[in-house]
């Protein structure tokens, strides 16, 4: 029988040199991270990131993230502040990007930053993705491995289901272990959290021993388009299904266990929650069903994250 996925590799030294030679080349992978998967492209090439914006049909003006080793390595492209390091300091590696002013002479392609003066920029933690920016001598440029306003993906297969054989390489780094996209905070006025993620901002709010701004950003960011990160089925918050043919998406222990309940955390723990989100709404559109109807879950720490991408599935 032919394989399928004879796209997706295992990592090891071939993999791993093979993956380096083909980025170097301005090819786009599909890699695993902490948080989900992306599609990575050299940062500083106009050929590469157009090839991600392509691959994903993604709206020009929505920025991408910038992902490097280290905070040596970045600080050739962006300005760094007192609050970037302070977070820098106990945070990173991990699932956190950061907005900064970019740097004059930053070799960063205007089109991976639609043309802002600023860059969104991340260090992730996943030994592949670490392993492989280790050999570059660029950042790599990596959105979530979705068609633009679906759901990110958790593992290797996902990545498959969304791009087949138009990518030439993905690396199988098994199951993202937090599962939702990193908390965006912007750093270049006063801190505010762009996109909720597991790292919550009372988090951050202790770290920087400060209040977090609620205004409005001044700064776009685009990305937070209202519908994002969809199923392709409808979603409704707060109801519960009246017919079998819809799936519940429950959170906690006081839910049966009927054939279309999905429970995102029978102990009610809101990060395993958090990593079960995507993945169980993958299940529910795979298994056919034709709406989705989520209960309530808890609206602080993680929960803030799964409730943002929830309304926006809704939407
Ligand atoms: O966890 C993650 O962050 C994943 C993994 C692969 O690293 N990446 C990811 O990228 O979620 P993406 O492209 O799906 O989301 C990037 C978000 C978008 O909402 C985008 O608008 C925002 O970051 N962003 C990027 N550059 C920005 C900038 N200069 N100013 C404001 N927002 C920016
Ligand atoms: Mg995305």
Same mark, same amino acid.
């Given at each position: ?45 106009? @050929?590469?990131? @157009? ?5 994903? /049909? ?60 600023? =860059? ?29 306003? %679906? ?14 054989? @138009? ?5 199988? %780094? ?10 965006? =905070? ?10 909720? %993620? ?24 685009? %990305? ?20 079998? /043919? ?70």
């Amino acid at each position: 029988m032919k394989n399928i996925y004879s796209n997706i590799y295992t990592f090891n030294k071939k993999t791993l040199k093979k993956t380096i030679k083909y980025l170097i080349h301005n090819n786009i992978v599909g890699l695993p991270t902490e948080t989900v998967y992306g599609l990575a492209g050299n940062a500083y090439s106009i @050929k590469a990131v @157009k090839k991600i914006f392509r691959l994903k /049909s993604r709206p020009k003006r929505n920025p991408l993230i910038v992902h490097y080793k280290n905070m040596e390595i970045a600080e050739r492209d962006v300005i760094f502040n007192e609050n970037f390091f302070k977070l820098y300091r106990k945070l990173c590696p991990g699932p956190i990007t950061f907005i900064l002013n970019k740097k004059d002479g930053s070799k960063i392609s205007a089109l991976a930053t639609a043309n802002l003066n600023t =860059v969104a920029i991340r260090f992730p933690s996943h030994k592949v993705v670490r392993s492989i920016l280790k050999f570059l001598n660029f950042p790599l440029a990596m959105p979530s491995a979705n068609l633009s306003s %679906g759901l990110s993906p958790t593992n290797a297969f996902d990545v498959y289901e969304e791009f087949k054989k @138009k990518l030439k390489i993905i690396i199988n %780094g098994g199951n993202s272990r937090i599962g939702i996209e990193s908390t965006v =905070v912007d750093l270049t006025n006063e801190p505010k959290i762009l996109r909720p %993620g597991i790292i919550s901002s009372s988090d951050i709010r202790k770290i920087l021993n400060s209040k977090l701004s609620k205004k409005r950003s001044n700064i776009k960011s685009p %990305g937070m388009l209202k519908k994002h990160y969809s199923p392709g089925i409808p979603v409704v918050i707060g109801k519960k299904p009246k017919s079998i /043919s819809h799936a519940y998406i429950v959170f906690g222990k006081n839910f049966k266990d009927l054939k279309n309940y999905f429970n995102l955390s029978k102990k009610a723990d809101l990060k395993e929650a958090a990593s079960n989100l995507y993945k169980i709404m993958r299940k529910i559109k795979k298994k056919g069903y034709k709406k989705i109807y989520v209960s309530s879950i808890p609206n602080y720490g993680p929960g803030i994250a799964i409730n943002d991408r929830l309304l926006r599935a809704s939407k």
